[in-house]
């Protein structure tokens, strides 16, 4: 394992799914009530490194790629873009979950991994006790909402989405170059360290999971609104206290409302922007461990 989780044991768990068996690649640490943590894009669980072996110490913590990402399985994607929709990804992690015994736990998501745990909330209301997502807004919203400023950006939104082999051939000429520009436009690339950064460009250089990541995002603008919008029609609210942290320096505070966007789709919410840019676990570890032991309990 090249980014160090003192006090974690790496496992992997075989998921079935519509898309065959499926490799989820995670971490297990600490003890106490379960937390299970959800990285971002273009990122893996080792977003986490700073953060999870503090919460361990109260918490039984999980930190898991996503399908798609890091060590997971990166399968080829359905034309319906299904293979990534965020229900399939979820549900990769609510079964990892119950395979450990904890039928009921919290739920920590930045990001892409925000959004995988607004759709296993919704989708296994019993199973989330409570649930902090960070720097995003609902996809449905963000989407409806776009402004020319959201959308030069976050044009990563609109250039992934094109069709396979557009983004992925564009990015494997020069995946370092892509790399630095997409996240260091938010923070700069110093916050993070050698060993992170090494497995986030060993991702971005990686074929499969560069597709995947794609597919990630063609998902979120095709069957992911759909799965949203029948929710929104069905009356469907989260039920469990939802907490939202958002970077003041970064793009969602000057285009969104967090609080009201969650307010459509969430019955107890509350939150704030915290002094960073959008990698919240990397550029403030202290302040959201805090926020985290406070809110998690």
Same mark, same amino acid.
């Given at each position: ?18 898309? %065959? ?5 995670? &971490? *297990?640490?600490?003890?106490?009530? @379960?937390?299970? /943590?959800?990285?971002?894009? +273009? ?109 030069? %950006? ?5 250039? &992934? *989405?094109?069709?396979?082999?557009? @983004?992925?051939? /564009?990015?494997?000429?020069? +995946? ?122």
């Amino acid at each position: 394992m090249s980014v160090s989780f003192p006090g974690f044991e790496a496992k992997t768990f075989h998921a079935d799914s519509e898309d %065959g068996s499926i490799e989820i690649s995670y &971490l *297990i640490g600490g003890s106490g009530p @379960p937390l299970l /943590l959800l990285h971002g894009f +273009p990122q893996t669980k080792a977003i986490w490194s700073q953060v999870a072996p503090e919460l361990a110490k109260s918490f039984t913590v999980v930190a898991a790629d996503l399908r798609g990402y890091g060590a997971s399985s990166k399968p080829h994607g359905k034309s319906d873009h299904s293979t990534y929709s965020k229900r399939s990804m979820a549900a990769d992690q609510h079964a990892l979950m119950k395979s450990l015994g904890f039928n009921q736990f919290f739920l920590l998501g930045h990001d892409r991994g925000g959004r995988v745990s607004h759709r296993l909330a919704m989708d296994f209301p019993e199973s989330v006790l409570r649930l902090m997502v960070l720097d995003i807004s609902p996809t449905l919203t963000m989407y409806e909402k776009t402004t020319m400023e959201f959308a030069k %950006g976050y044009w990563h939104w609109f250039f &992934l *989405i094109q069709p396979e082999p557009v @983004p992925e051939t /564009l990015i494997g000429a020069n +995946p370092e170059f892509w790399l630095k520009n997409h996240m260091g436009r938010h923070a700069g690339t110093g916050i993070f360290s050698p060993d992170r950064w090494a497995e986030y460009l060993a991702g971005a250089s990686h074929p499969e999971s560069m597709h995947a990541m794609c597919e990630d995002y063609r998902a979120a603008a095709t069957i992911d609104l759909i799965h949203d919008r029948s929710d929104r029609a069905a009356g469907k609210m989260l039920k469990m206290p939802l907490r939202v942290l958002w970077g003041e320096h970064g793009l969602v505070n000057q285009c969104f409302k967090p609080i009201e966007d969650w307010r459509v789709v969430a019955k107890d919410v509350a939150g704030k922007a915290v002094p960073s840019g959008h990698y919240i676990p990397e550029e403030i570890p202290d302040i959201l461990l805090a926020e985290a032991r406070e809110f998690f309990g």
